[in-house]
């Protein structure tokens, strides 16, 4: 549940291999609620539409590869803050350093190990949704002290 509304936390999973879709959405969908997309194009229009609280990136697709994906969403203001990470067959280090530099948060390699799938997922969401926590009660002049409470132990529940 995403701390900072009734809705679930939304993931985008963007691959242009269904089964890859399949073996991700498998994993999440009992804790997450998801998007997918299987192009670069598609997966920007996604982002920028619902807003997903994490993007899981395949790195090698067809037209617009994950590299150019993951510098577009973090070049635009409304998908700059939206944690990327990179899902791919491409398990050495020149590659997650790319994916690195190109603005992800994490890299995992497939095959996936679907324990550190979650894990990493549960993590780097737990950040971002409390990273947006506190962006909210800073710019909120009208937050009381009593709502912020409530709040952080929703974001700490969420783990």
Do not use: W
């Amino acid at each position: 549940m995403n701390a900072l509304s009734n809705e679930k936390t939304r993931i985008l999973i963007v691959d242009d291999e269904p089964a890859n879709i399949k073996i991700l959405s498998n994993l999440l969908a009992g804790d997450y609620a998801l998007s997918v997309a299987t192009s670069g194009k598609q997966a920007l229009e996604v982002a920028r539409v619902q807003s997903p609280d994490l993007v899981l990136l395949d790195m090698i697709m067809p037209g617009m590869d994950g590299i150019e994906v993951c510098q577009a969403l973090k070049e635009n203001e409304q998908t700059r803050d939206i944690p990327v990470i990179f899902v791919t067959s491409m398990g050495d280090s020149a590659n997650e350093e790319r994916g690195l530099e190109a603005g992800a948060v994490d890299y995992i390699s497939k095959p996936v190990s679907p324990p550190i799938v979650k894990a990493r997922v549960r993590i780097h969401i737990q950040n971002y949704l409390s990273k947006k926590f506190l962006e909210n009660l800073l710019s909120s002049n009208t937050a009381t002290l009593e709502d912020a409470k409530e709040e952080a132990k929703s974001l700490l529940v969420f783990v």
